[in-house]
């Protein structure tokens, strides 16, 4: 697979649970040997212990960069400041920079904060840091639901890209098509960063139609058709899932993209089974 990027997501483990299964889902991810893993962070700043604590876990488990993702609404500049201090002291080269999502009574019933989009992120990272991070940042080849129009959104992205981002991270979608019309028109405004497509598995028809409804991707019709047939048969809809997924992986590497960013849901075997139908070596 040559010069292409992997990247898998996690989240912070909340439950106990979760926190008991993570070291065993990181061990089989790490086995593919990702280029980096990233780890969320709620908007807020609400679990950023939990991302650098799991972040640190991660890297000392595995040997593997990890990102954190970094939130901004309804942060402070000193917050944000302190987090990327505390990252720079842990080694920590890459983040992902976001504006993150507040609850509804949040956003009403507080300051939104000192930053408002993304861009406000990179340009304060930029400011404090020079170039100590690789910057990531979310793109909307379907358009952010939150846009106004597409041509607003496109404006937005690229004004956040001229702020100083180094690469991107698709929003999940099922429609390879989205994603090149998004890389023609990064082409046309003279965008030249990398764009990461984002890959969800699927592995169940309700949690694929949240996820796509949550935030505004397309979950073509047939494909939704099939799930919800086959939705009681968990084997067939893994299958059906793999294949629709992996057709558009190999869709999309065949045609220029420069790697892909797999959200994991801190899941390994829905990942390993997609890097194995794609043909991928497993390292020795
Ligand atoms: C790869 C990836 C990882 C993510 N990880 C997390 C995570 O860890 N935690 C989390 O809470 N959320 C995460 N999200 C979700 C993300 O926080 C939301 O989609 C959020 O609503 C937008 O964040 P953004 O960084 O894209 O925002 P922005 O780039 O700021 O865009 C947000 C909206 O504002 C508009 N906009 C941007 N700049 C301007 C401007 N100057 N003037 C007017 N309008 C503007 C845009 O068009 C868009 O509609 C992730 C999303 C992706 C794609």
Same mark, same amino acid.
């Given at each position: 697979m040559g010069d292409l990027r992997f990247s898998f997501e996690l989240f912070p483990p909340r439950t106990a649970e979760g926190v008991a299964k993570l070291p065993t889902v990181v061990a089989e991810l790490a086995a593919l040997r990702p280029d980096?893993?990233?780890?969320?962070?709620?908007?807020?700043?609400?679990?950023?212990?939990?991302?650098?604590?799991?972040?640190?876990?991660?890297?000392r488990q595995t040997g593997i960069e990890a990102a954190p993702h970094l939130t901004c609404i309804g942060s402070t500049r000193a917050n944000v400041a302190a987090q990327l201090e505390r990252y720079r002291e842990a080694g920590v080269k890459r983040i992902v920079a976001l504006r993150g999502d507040l609850p509804?009574?949040?956003?009403?019933?507080?300051?939104?904060?000192?930053?408002?989009?993304?861009?406000?992120?990179v340009r304060?990272?930029?400011?404090?840091?020079?170039?100590?991070?690789?910057?990531?940042?979310?793109?909307? #080849?379907?358009?952010?639901?939150?846009?106004?129009? #597409?041509?607003?959104?496109?404006?937005?992205?690229?004004r956040k890209v001229e702020a100083g981002a180094d690469a991107a991270l698709t929003q999940l979608f099922y429609n390879s098509e989205a994603y090149f019309d998004f890389m023609e028109r990064c082409g046309r405004a003279e965008i030249r960063i990398p764009i990461y497509p984002g890959i969800l598995p699927i592995t169940s028809f309700e949690k694929t139609q949240?996820?796509?409804?949550?935030?505004?991707?397309?979950? #073509?019709?047939?494909?939704?058709?099939?799930?919800?047939?086959?939705?009681?048969d968990k084997q067939a809809l893994l299958d059906f899932g793999l294949s629709v997924v992996t057709r558009l992986?190999?869709?999309?590497?065949?045609?220029?993209?420069?790697?892909?960013?797999?959200?994991?849901?801190?899941?390994?075997?829905?990942?390993?089974?997609?890097?194995?139908?794609?043909?991928?070596?497993?390292?020795?």
């Open positions: 980096f893993f990233s780890v969320t962070h709620g908007a807020g700043g609400s679990d950023q212990d939990g991302t650098y604590e799991t972040l640190l876990t991660v890297v509804a009574t949040a956003m009403s019933s507080a300051a939104p904060g000192e930053f408002q989009y993304a861009g406000d992120l304060f990272i930029r400011e404090e840091h020079g170039d100590a991070f690789w910057i990531e940042v979310a793109a909307y #080849p379907e358009m952010h639901p939150q846009a106004e129009n #597409p041509g607003a959104d496109f404006d937005h992205f690229r949240r996820f796509c409804s949550g935030c505004g991707a397309d979950l #073509p019709r047939w494909v939704r058709l099939r799930l919800e047939q086959l939705k009681d992986c190999e869709t999309l590497l065949r045609n220029g993209a420069p790697g892909l960013h797999f959200y994991t849901i801190n899941q390994a075997a829905p990942t390993m089974r997609l890097w194995e139908a794609l043909g991928m070596a497993v390292p020795a």
